[in-house]
């Protein structure tokens, strides 16, 4: 519910603060005096466009807020809850800076925030009906959102709502893997290769360290050949050259060793003897392993075979390194890989043939849905149909058609479609193609007091709603004038109902009144106030408004229109 609504330097107002009944509040002025500067005003703080140009002359900036109450408008609170705020003692303040030039500036209690934000919460609290306004059940999707609500059994949307989303949750994971199934042959495919190139090299555990070993022995080959000959001459010299005549290193150790057991004196001796037995042996293994390595020759064939092997090694460990091991480990795991690979077309066979099933129970949700949707629809229309009746428009006709369509959506597998015929011959038209801005503004009040009293006859409440309404009294008087105040004061028996009206008979039906006046200032500059009326002055008002006099029968007149404006 509005409950505050302040102004500074929005055209003609320099500043107005008006504060709305909880019910009904009627808003009356002469033509011209400024009346829409009100709606811009509202417009603004529901995150509607900006104009610099609206901006009061002499002055720098324009400037609107709205303060709320939003405690018992859960969906308000939610959509401040998501944007990072807590409504302060129930309240949420929605106000707009718009400067001479430049860009507005939006706030939410105080703190700025993008302008949808505004628009978000506005749009649960607030609904404009007027011809410079979007309706706010023009779109396909609104009417559903109406009729839905009027309809105010919930089970079938929610098990709806349920199965979709189960629907929608398996549809986003096969169209994942349908996505995926390009990327997973290609990696199956590199698998494959991969695998068949490094069995076809087949590298071994240390196979590395060992050719690179054997490739440093050919390249030092002479160096080699060069020590180890050298070697064998000083340990064995009949290693090297047949018929040598020289001892060798072991026979001269082996004779010292003898020369030391020949003594029979009891001391070190024996124990030096048996060292340097130790020392020959060790000595003739190393001479047998050099000697070995003599007739150890590798050609320089062997030498391009073994580079050759390197290099197909080394090709390996670059792609699927670092070391050679991990080159065989990788090997091994993308055999377990490419088996998960291939059989993945399996699982997508399981996963859609769950999704037939998941749309079958989809289907028969929407089905039910379908069902009460088309239940309501006709309710509906031939109430609101009754209800224009009473509102200046004998022989229009509202008719709700309920189409199944080929596809399901997050709403059900309806199209839904309020056609309006605003007089007996004309062709049936969409809402807001088919009548005049008062027209559509009294259909629109047709709607809101038809599912109002829907939900007072089923014990339940409407959601809390400030309903404007500009144009809504366009072309009508006597007593359908009377029959549209009553109308208007009914709704605000169950919502917040402003008006803005030039018909008295309106206006008096209204709890509080506000009147917007246009004058000249002292310096000749146009200004418009805004004036709360109450006792002799309403009365004075409503005269004014009957007649265009203040004589003492237009007063009377008033007096007995304002008594006689109550519901029963």
Do not use: C
Request: hydrophobic share 40%; net charge negative; proline share 3%.
């Amino acid at each position: 519910m509005l409950e505050e609504l302040e102004i500074h330097n929005l055209g003609p107002i320099r500043s107005a603060l008006i504060a709305p009944a909880g019910g009904m509040t009627a808003i009356t002025g002469e033509t011209g005096a400024g009346k829409s500067m009100l709606l811009s005003a509202i417009r603004l703080i529901s995150g509607g466009p900006s104009d610099g140009g609206r901006v009061s002359v002499g002055a720098s900036e324009a400037w609107a807020q709205g303060v709320f109450e939003v405690a018992s408008s859960p969906a308000a609170v939610a959509v401040a809850h998501e944007a990072g705020f807590e409504p302060e003692d129930g309240e949420l303040f929605l106000s707009r800076k718009v400067p001479a030039s430049g860009r507005s500036r939006s706030m939410l209690s105080g703190r700025s925030v993008p302008r949808s934000v505004l628009g978000s919460i506005a749009a649960e609290l607030v609904t404009i009906h007027g011809q410079a306004d979007q309706l706010r059940i023009a779109s396909s999707a609104r009417q559903r959102e109406f009729l839905d609500r009027y309809a105010g059994d919930d089970v079938a949307l929610v098990a709806y709502g349920k199965a979709w989303n189960a629907l929608r949750a398996m549809d986003e994971r096969l169209e994942r893997l349908s996505s995926q199934e390009s990327s997973m042959r290609q990696q199956a495919d590199y698998l494959r290769e991969s695998i068949e190139r490094i069995n076809r090299i087949d590298p071994q555990p240390g196979e590395m360290a060992e050719l690179r070993a054997r490739r440093d022995r050919i390249e030092n080959a002479a160096e080699i050949a060069e020590g180890v000959n050298r070697a064998l001459s000083a340990l064995d010299a009949s290693q090297v050259v047949d018929d040598v005549e020289s001892s060798s290193a072991t026979d001269l150790i082996d004779r010292a060793s003898q020369a030391l057991r020949a003594i029979h004196v009891d001391g070190v001796f024996s124990e030096l003897a048996d060292r340097l037995d130790s020392i020959s042996t060790d000595l003739s293994d190393v001479v047998f392993t050099l000697s070995g390595e003599v007739d150890n020759d590798l050609g320089m064939e062997d030498l391009d075979a073994i580079n050759g092997r390197i290099h197909e090694l080394d090709e390996l460990v670059r792609r699927w390194g670092p070391e050679l091991s991990d080159v065989i480990a990788w090997r091994d795991q993308a055999v377990f890989d490419l088996e998960d690979l291939d059989a993945s077309p399996e699982k997508v066979g399981q996963l859609q043939a769950e999704r037939e099933k998941l749309f079958a129970e989809a289907l028969k949700a929407a089905r039910a849905v379908s069902k009460r949707r088309a239940a309501a629809a006709k309710e509906l229309a031939t109430k609101v149909t009754a209800e224009l009746e009473s509102l200046a428009m004998s022989g229009s006709k509202l008719e709700i058609r309920v189409s199944e369509r080929e596809h399901l959506d997050a709403s059900g597998a309806d199209g839904i479609d309020f056609l309006f015929t605003p007089f007996p011959g004309s062709p049936q038209m969409p809402m807001g193609k088919s009548a005049s801005g008062g027209e559509l503004s009294r259909l629109m009040l047709a709607l809101e007091l038809v599912a109002a009293e829907k939900h007072v006859v089923a014990g339940g409440s409407v959601p809390p709603m400030t309903f404007i309404f500009d144009e809504v009294d366009a072309g009508v008087g006597g007593k359908t004038a009377v029959e549209l105040g009553a109308r208007l004061a009914k709704l605000a028996q169950s919502a917040q109902v402003i008006v803005v009206t030039h018909l008295p008979q309106v206006a008096s039906w209204a709890d509080e009144q506000y009147v917007v006046a246009k004058g000249e200032t002292e310096d000749g500059s146009v200004e418009t106030t805004i004036k709360q009326v109450r006792g002799g002055d309403r009365v004075h008002e409503i005269a004014r408004m009957l007649s265009g006099s203040e004589s003492e029968a237009s007063l009377e007149h008033a007096e007995e229109l304002l008594k006689s404006s109550v519901l029963d």
